[in-house]
DNA sequence: TTGAATATATCGGCAGCCGATATATCCTGG
DNA sequence: CCAGGATATATCGGCTGCCGATATATTCAA
């Protein structure tokens, strides 16, 4: 799954949104780090609709402009979770090597001069 | 950050390793989730080079096989870092999200009939 | 009336992943 | 002895997918 799909499940999964509204909760939940382009958002509502993770709820005409709505489906919600999770264990995988390499290149030192930061190296990637 | 950028990084986190050992290591780091594929990596390797994320740490011969083993840099770490945090925050985001969303389908239900499946909600994404 | 925000959509360029392919050595099994 | 698999490097073309630019249309504020 791409970044781009990953974050409009996201943006989808607490309630259904229009093509705009989903740029915007992107740009907003992720506090500004992720800005969904306009080009990119379509390609991927057609694929994400295509693989059957998300589906077209209802179209609303506000103000005269037309806005269609899109949830995520049973099947989606599932995908989002899961991808979830991997990334929650990639994460975790990463910051693990990352204090094992640290530990690797601080040498031998005399005991007792490491402050005590090791996490455990418990799970893996599912 | 793509996805196989962030697992060579990770596979070089702890220590230097070669092309075909960084391949191994993905699948093994990963329980065998991702498979970093050859013709992946070179491009790979070569950009995160370019971006002095990674540098050639050394080559060695090893039963007339050359291995070319390259380390992280300092900024090659700290990208790692942080790309790390950011894709724990994401997948939290997810996960809360998720709940969100399942809280809001099941409507008003009979106090007490809902299981106390609920996380904490703490946690934003940077 | 001009510009920004809201709202949709398309298209071409470019970056990047992957399968196929190439080359070479070493080891194991038949 | 030789075929096949593991080890180890690298390249290339095709396809997917992100992004900037562009187009259209309405509403509202300056």
Do not use: C, W
Request: aromatic share 4%.
């Amino acid at each position: 799954m791409t970044q781009a799909a990953f974050f409009v499940l996201t943006a989808l999964a607490d309630q259904p949104r229009h093509g705009y509204g989903i740029l915007r909760e992107v740009e907003e939940l992720s506090d500004g780090a992720v800005q969904l382009r306009v080009g990119t958002l379509y390609g991927v509502l057609d694929r994400l609709t295509a693989d059957e993770l998300i589906v077209l709820d209802r179209e609303e005409v506000q103000q005269g402009r037309l806005r269609r709505y899109y949830r995520l489906t049973e099947e989606g919600t599932e995908a989002l979770a899961a991808e979830a999770e991997r990334m929650a264990a990639g994460a975790g995988a990463a910051k693990r090597r990352i204090a094992e390499g640290r530990r690797a290149s601080e040498g031998n030192r005399p005991a007792g001069t490491v402050p005590p930061t090791a996490p455990g190296l418990a799970g893996g990637l599912a």
